[in-house]
């Protein structure tokens, strides 16, 4: 293998990268904006609830628990509404995502001990947003009905039960239970797959069309010497921009990783060889711009993007669908930077992913030669 | 005789045709007549011209200045017509190479809007003319590039236009059947049809009543070949149109 | 000892032929597309420092004859060789010692004239003062030199031709295969392309090209005449003119020869139904 072949084909992908607008778009624009929209627009957590209050007594005890509702952090009052026709309105019209109506007599019941009613209504067309907005107002009904009790046993002259299991909960990891913590892995999983395996998919395919595969063939220089130069470049810029990710990730959003940053680099260089070997085998078989790109976003972009553990959790997906994301590189790539973003681990624990990643990429590449060879190279 | 009886007999008349494309001039202001039933040959390398002219001429293109009229319609406010009017070919894309003949003679049919109780004389008539009624069902693209060239040739004259424009129509077939092609040019010319041919190919140029050279978007020459060549070569009994293009360049 | 082995092939099969062996000779090659046979049972002798042109239109295999003279096609039946070494066996060797420009324009449009002629540089191992000196010799002799800093794509048709001529010569090759080089290409710079290869010749290369040209084939030494994947007859343009008017009558005599078909189909001249 000649390394004059080699940086000469890197030399020339180079220039080809940098008079083409479109792909220094894709290759940096496009990662800058999307850590910046997933990391500020995008959050999983489901804080300050829309939601819109009947109160039909406009009673102290009912306003206290209306202000109670409203100092949580959960929930934020949009509406005071009079009667249910408001209160289904604005459900119906999206102004609101819970509703609580409180009926009439309720305090009398409440003064008196007696059991009451109060009517909690949910927007389900999110389920996923359904049940975790449902399970808060239980919750915060819940320790409300504890004051209650409390209140009630002291009145009686009663002594306080202490519920007999006492849940010791903390939470490794993730501590503050930030969504953007774990998003930001699967950010640079995803902005690597779109410049590697999307940038690279065109490349093979781009010197079939214009002709010039037939010079290169007619020259001195072999397969491995030709995939080597055209990934060269796209490798630096897709290291430059997890480096990019790294960065803003710490400097906006105060996300610092927990590990070793060789650790991160070794892992990242494995990933991004993987995607790139797939963006040059799919732009080898096509040999079309046009078919490699829709390729290339079905094969790389989708699944790395629903199928890798990283939006959708694949514990809820059925059977095939989870052998499926089995050979897709990026669920391991977001287990190795999830690791070493929350967990702090290292070698030692990290390695079959590494391991996983190496395979995928050595099997690939050696696909693209044969395809290569095979096509007269 | 008055100008304007003089000019009912022009097929096309061109005054000052120019088209920019951004700072690119690629055609300069040209100006040159067809007379009806004339084989005029518009000569010139890629890139000089050439298929911006017929481009404009067939209604397909506005020019950036200038005027044109085709069988009496101006290119700029009647390219429809213009489009009924005329037979256009072009070797390499008049033809759907995964059709055989026959679906594609019915495609231009439609395209032209023959009547359809003529479709079937016309169609015979162009299988015979060509000689491709045993080829009828192959597909076009598996034919051998003369061939297809005759059924392109067919596919335009399908409507009985005036005038055909033939966009290189010998470009890479062999020079028997470059001969066949131009007997044939020459008895459509016999019926008063108007043949507007444009190629590359000087030795060609040859056959053509008259001609114009284009190159880099002007006109360099124009005449008959042999006119051409012995006022660019004066005293050279053996120049061809390549050497008067060389001599005119200078 | 492989190498040395693989020759002694090659040297085998030469001398078995019994022919005078050309610097390129290919002995009845023969290649399918498919179900079509592109070029059938062609055996050839070019000769060194030769300018061999082969004539015939679209789909007669020129270009599939030139690609496998190029290494980039291997001939189903028969063999090519360059100066003794087999176009399949000894591939990596043949591709240093020729220089192949293919039919349609195939360098990079969006590189310059001079990014061009550096990557053939690089990959040819041609550096410092011998690049320098190699890039004024052979840009010079296509008018470049002036252009260096304008984007390939931008180039007129003739330049475009030019560059890619330069950028095969700049190794210096002993055989340059041209397909089609001047096709649409107006009468100037052909005439300029031609001086250059003219040049070449003097300096002992040897060309095989095709042309649809007739006027470029009366320039070669020697000439092919193919038709529907066969060669029907190689000689000088002299010997094939002899007795007709001129090569072109010549040419569509040989053709009706050998295809009656052809020759009895002209266009059956019927009126224009009204």
């Not at chain 1, 052998?323 to 990026?330: D, G, H, L, M």
């Not at chain 2, 005329?86 to 594609?104: A, C, R, V």
Request: net charge negative; aromatic share 8%.
């Amino acid at each position: 293998m000649k390394t004059k072949n080699i940086k000469a084909i890197a030399r020339k992908e180079f220039y080809h990268l940098l008079r083409d607008f479109r792909s220094l778009y894709l290759a940096f624009a496009i990662p800058l904006l999307l850590i910046l929209l997933f990391g500020y627009a995008l959050s999983l957590d489901v804080n300050d609830i829309e939601t819109t209050v009947a109160d039909r007594e406009k009673t102290d005890l009912s306003r206290d628990f209306i202000s109670r509702l409203e100092a949580s952090p959960y929930f934020r009052i949009v509406e005071n509404q009079d009667n249910i026709k408001g209160v289904i309105d604005a459900l119906d019209q999206g102004r609101a995502r819970l509703a609580i109506v409180i009926p009439s007599g309720w305090t009398a019941d409440i003064r008196a001990d007696r059991k009451s009613t109060m009517q909690v209504i949910l927007d389900g067309s999110d389920p996923n947003f359904a049940g975790i907005s449902g399970s808060y107002i239980s919750s915060f009904i819940a320790r409300y009905n504890a004051n209650l009790l409390a209140d009630f046993l002291d009145r009686h002259g009663m002594q306080r039960i202490n519920p007999p299991v006492n849940p010791q909960i903390r939470v490794w990891f993730n501590e503050e239970m930030e969504s953007r913590n774990f998003i930001i892995p699967g950010i640079i999983a995803i902005i690597v797959i779109i410049v590697a395996a999307l940038l690279t998919s065109l490349v093979i395919a781009r010197e079939y069309e214009n002709g010039t595969m037939e010079t290169i063939r007619s020259l001195p220089i072999g397969a491995g010497e030709f995939l080597i130069g055209k990934a060269a470049p796209y490798f630096l810029i897709a290291l430059t921009d997890v480096l990019i990710a790294v960065l803003m990730g710490q400097a906006l959003f105060g996300i610092v990783m927990k590990a070793s940053f060789g650790l991160m680099i070794l892992s990242s260089s494995l990933y991004i060889i993987v995607a790139l070997t797939l963006g040059l085998l799919i732009s080898s078989v096509t040999k079309s711009q046009m078919t490699a790109n829709q390729m290339a976003i079905l094969i790389t972009y989708l699944p790395s993007l629903l199928l890798s553990n990283f939006v959708f959790p694949v514990s809820n997906m059925p059977v095939v669908l989870q052998a499926i994301t089995k050979i897709i590189p990026a669920t391991y790539y977001i287990d190795i930077l999830s690791g070493i973003y929350l967990k702090n681990l290292g070698f030692a624990q990290l390695w079959p992913d590494l391991l996983v990643l190496l395979t995928m990429s050595s099997i690939l590449a050696l696909l693209n030669y044969l395809v290569l060879r095979k096509e007269g190279f | 005789m008055t100008a304007s009886a003089d000019n009912d007999k022009k097929a096309i008349i061109v005054e000052r045709l120019e088209k920019r494309f951004g700072e690119f001039t690629a055609v300069a202001g040209i100006s040159f007549a067809v007379s009806a039933g004339e084989i005029f040959g518009f000569i010139g390398a890629n890139g000089s011209g050439k298929s911006t002219t017929i481009r404009m001429l067939c209604g397909l293109l506005a020019p950036t200045s200038g005027k044109a009229t085709v069988v009496g319609y101006d290119i700029m406010t009647q390219t429809e017509e213009i489009k009924h009017s005329i037979g256009y070919m072009s070797q390499k894309f008049s033809l759907y190479e995964d059709l055989t003949p026959f679906e594609n003679i019915r495609f231009y049919l439609g395209i032209y809007s023959v009547p359809e109780k003529e479709w079937q004389q016309r169609i015979s008539w162009v299988l015979e003319m060509t000689q491709l009624t045993a080829e009828k069902n192959r597909l076009t693209g598996e034919l051998p590039p003369g061939l297809r060239q005759r059924l392109a040739l067919g596919c335009s004259l399908l409507h009985r236009p005036p005038i055909i424009f033939l966009d290189e129509p010998t470009s890479g077939v062999d020079p028997l059947s470059r001969r066949h092609f131009w007997d044939f040019i020459r008895q459509l010319a016999a019926e008063g049809i108007t043949v507007f041919v444009t190629t590359h190919y000087m030795d060609e140029a040859g056959n053509c009543d008259r001609i114009v050279m284009i190159n880099e978007g002007q006109i360099v020459a124009s005449g008959s070949p042999v006119e051409i060549i012995r006022s660019a070569c004066p005293g050279k009994p053996d120049a061809d149109l390549n050497d008067a293009f060389i001599e005119l360049i200078k | 000892m492989l190498a040395s082995a693989k020759k002694i092939r090659a040297e085998t099969v030469l001398s078995a032929d019994d022919k005078k062996n050309g610097f390129l000779s290919l002995f009845s090659v023969s290649y399918r597309f498919a179900a079509t046979e592109a070029v059938h049972d062609v055996s050839l002798d070019i000769e060194k420092g030769n300018i061999f042109g082969l004539v015939g239109s679209d789909g007669a295999g020129k270009s599939t004859l030139l690609r496998m003279a190029a290494t980039l096609l291997k001939p189903a039946v028969g063999s090519i060789t360059i100066d003794g070494l087999d176009t399949v066996a000894d591939r990596g060797e043949i591709k240093d010692i020729i220089g192949y420009m293919p039919q349609s324009f195939g360098l990079y449009q969006d590189l310059t004239v001079e990014e061009n002629i550096d990557f053939f540089m690089d990959i040819f191992g041609i550096y410092g003062a011998e690049r320098k000196a190699r890039k004024a010799l052979y840009l010079g002799f296509s008018n470049l030199l002036p252009f260096t800093d304008r984007p390939a794509g931008k180039l007129s048709g003739g330049m475009k031709q030019k560059l890619g001529l330069a950028c095969v010569l700049l190794h210096e090759p002993r055989l340059l295969i041209l397909d089609e080089p001047t096709n649409g290409v107006d009468p100037v710079s052909r005439r300029e392309f031609w001086e250059i290869l003219d040049k070449m010749r003097e300096g002992g290369m040897t060309i095989l090209v095709s042309t649809a040209y007739l006027d470029e084939g009366e320039r070669c030494d020697g000439i092919g005449l193919m038709h529907r994947g066969a060669l029907l007859e190689t000689a000088t343009p002299a010997e094939i003119r002899y007795g007709f008017p001129n090569l072109e009558e010549a040419i569509i005599a040989k053709i009706g020869d050998v295809d009656r078909d052809l020759a009895q189909s002209a266009f059956n001249v019927k009126k224009i139904p009204q």
